[in-house]
């Protein structure tokens, strides 16, 4: 049966229409999925990991939370640039700020020549003005620059404190980078010596902030020693070092390897210093004292590139030879060795001659034994003089014929020694020297020795026993904040200062009670005090306030002519407030009439609670890890 054309026809039509639905619809689905990848791994590749991507036919559906509503934009600005923006669907959504934890509070302080520069966000809830206030008086006339933004939400209970004590540090350090957080300071500084940097971290480690992580470092440049000294010794007291420099981190620790080697067992350390003769200077001093080590006993000293070697009494000399030959043939080029090997000498029946210096520990200073000469006895006397003042010293001194040459040099030497112990004795004899005693300086026995070894030579023979008392110390021993308060409420305890009747000057006779004053707080260093005054109840109240902010600030003025550092000081007059007695008798009225010192504590500030405090407060918030550091 034959079709007819009609049917033929349609059915060439639906297989057509057939296959162009097929074409499309893959089409389609090709288009929408190579459009999909290509967004998503634009998005992927840009960090929008959080954004899903979706097709619709042509269509590109975004879905996702951002964080940020710019977050947002620039996921959709990304997926603009792989597909026609018209077809990209926006479906995404942004996180509740009410969800995100507040920003963190930080602040960079750096201060140096060109003036003070802070930049960082600080709590909205900051008195500005009394921090740029502080600033300003620290800079002292300096540029300051204020880049600091503001940001309205709660800080942490170590915010304020952790502040407080960078301020603090700020106005010690006139070279500083300072770091704050909350619970955290970071102080980088430089110092213009070692001392000023024992100085600086002494006063820095008083009063630390409680729940406030501190990082100190502050460096200090290298001093210039010379002569370049290392002297090491082996006796009946074992062996030790009197002085050690090095040049080098690798240097220092050649040569205390060498020295344990020999057998010291106290923890040693070298000075690093400049000023070494060669770059050899490690090698050289660690076969010296291996030398020492060998022989058991005797001193080595290496002063730039002199060596001078000294064996015990009783050692061999074929043991001599040998082990001075040894370290002669292997020394570095630069280096000469002069070895010594000593002999019983026969003393007199009245001992040999003899020249003593003390000091007491109250300073009182005695030189006795003898001198050749009248010109050397004036000459020593002299000389101590100028080493320990007018009214401290004691000659028992006499002339006597037959002393050595160089004796007067030997007795300037020990008197110049002794200035360098806080008490103790130098004896000077024809063979050696001994210096023994207590100091507060932890190089004592190393600028003894090159001391020694400048005035009197490298073959000199000397003995240092020097011990280290922490009490002592300048910088160890400073008081406490509170201990220098007190100190001057012990002095105005029964001295008070006192002023002209109704007047802003200070009497005659206060002016011993200001120099003590001013005496303690020069030892006392950087303090924040304030100067109160007080009147009696006489007179008009806005009278009696007046006068005493006056004389409040006298008193300031007149430490500040003593050399007192007040910058940091703050001179406030109360007038007839906080009476101590009765107002009613002549007595109290005079006891009312004062100047009372006392530290400036910061203020805790009550913090308002807001709907934003409220809402962040809400939030979970996660601690990011403490890192244990330590001061430097």
Known sequence: ????????????????????????????????????????????????????????????????????????????SAAGEMVDASRVIDNLSVVDSAQLAPPEFAIEILRNDSGVSLIGLMPA???????????????????????????????????????????????????????????????????????????????????????VRLAVSIS?????????????????AGP????????????????????????????????????????????????????????????????DTDVTLIAPLGTGQGTFDDIVGALANNLPDVFALTAELP??????????????????????????????????????????LAKFGQNSITMRTRIA??????????????????????NGAVIVEPDRIQIKGKTGSQDASAKISRLMIDKLGQGAVFEISVEYVEQLDPIAGLPTPEECVEQIKVVTENRKITFDPSSAQISASALAVLDDIAEILKICGDLRIRVAGYTDSQGREEMNLNLSQQRAQSVLDALRQ?????????????????????????EGREANRRIEFSLIVPEPTVEETTTLDELAGEAPVEDAPAEDTTSE
């Open 1 to 76: 049966m034959r079709l007819s054309a009609l049917f033929i026809r349609l059915i060439v039509f639906a297989i057509a229409g057939f296959g162009a639905v097929a074409a499309a619809r893959v089409a389609v689905s090709t288009v929408e999925t190579r459009s999909v990848i290509a967004v998503q791994e634009s998005l992927v590749d840009q960090g929008y990991e959080w954004a899903s991507v979706l097709g619709d036919g042509l269509q590109v559906i975004l879905e996702g939370q951002a964080p940020t509503e710019a977050t947002r934009f620039r996921a959709i």
């Open 125 to 211: 809830d900051t008195d500005r003005e009394a921090l740029a206030a502080r600033i300003t008086e620290i800079a002292d006339g300096q540029n300051v620059t204020d880049l600091l933004e503001v940001g309205d939400y709660p800080a942490a209970d170590t915010w304020r404190p952790a502040m407080t004590y960078a301020l603090r540090a700020l106005a010690l350090l006139p070279r500083s980078k300072i770091s704050v957080k909350a619970g955290r300071v970071d102080v980088s500084a430089i110092s213009d010596s070692v001392e000023e940097k024992r100085r600086l971290e002494t006063a820095l480690a008083r009063q630390p902030p409680e729940g």
């Open 220 to 236: 200090a440049p290298r001093p210039v020693i010379s002569p370049f000294t290392t002297r090491f010794t082996i006796d009946a």
């Open 240 to 303: 030790h070092f009197d002085a050690c420099a090095a040049d080098t981190e690798e240097a220092a620790a050649q040569i205390v390897k060498a020295a344990t080697a020999a057998g010291l067992a106290e923890k040693a350390s070298c000075t690093l210093a400049l000023g070494a003769p060669s770059r050899s200077w490690g090698q050289a001093v660690a076969m010296a004292i291996g030398a020492v080590g060998q022989l058991g006993g005797g001193t080595v000293t290496v002063s």
């Open 343 to 384: 002999v019983v000498q026969e003393v007199s029946a009245e001992g040999p001659p003899q020249f003593t210096a003390t000091r007491s520990p109250e300073g009182e200073i005695q030189l006795r034994g003898r001198v050749p000469d009248e010109v050397s006895n004036t000459v020593a006397e002299n000389f101590a």
């Open 401 to 422: 014929e037959g002393l050595p040459a160089g004796w007067s040099v030997r007795v300037l030497a020990a008197i110049e020694a002794l200035s360098e112990l806080s």
């Open 562 to 586: 003593r050399r007192v550092p007040v910058s940091t000081f703050e001179a406030k007059g109360y007038g007839e407030a906080d009476p101590i007695a009765d107002n009613g008798t002549e």
